[in-house]
């Protein structure tokens, strides 16, 4: 069974910094794209940034040159270290892993106070 738990959301100020975790187990994670998406209050899940197996990663407009993905396979975790945090920045925060389908983790808040 798949698992993926996020960990690391919380409050902070504007300008401030996050780092998120997202543990998996059950899967093939060396092999697997790691994401990160995020759903804002009365708005819809959007992508933020990916890291496929290989290492190579992208980022939304949105947040990059503020936010940076980073995986490490021995301990099948992808990170996403946030800095520059703004309001419009809060959100639940999700991990998605996507081999051979998509698996979603249960989300953590960030919320950005200004």
């Known amino acids: 069974q798949v698992q993926l738990v996020e960990s690391g959301g919380g409050l902070v100020q504007a300008g401030g910094s996050l780092r998120l975790s997202c543990a998996a187990s059950?899967?093939?994670?060396?092999?697997?794209?790691m994401g990160w998406y995020r759903q804002a209050p009365g708005k819809q899940r959007e992508w933020i940034a990916i890291i496929s197996s290989g290492g190579t990663p992208h980022y939304a407009d949105s947040v990059k040159g503020r936010f940076t993905i980073s995986r490490d396979n021995a301990k099948n975790t992808v990170y996403l270290q946030m800095n520059s945090l703004k309001p419009e920045d809060t959100a639940v925060y999700y991990c998605n892993a996507r081999y051979v389908m998509d698996y979603w983790g249960k989300g953590t808040l960030v919320t950005v106070s200004s």
């Open positions: 059950g899967l093939t994670f060396g092999l697997s794209a």
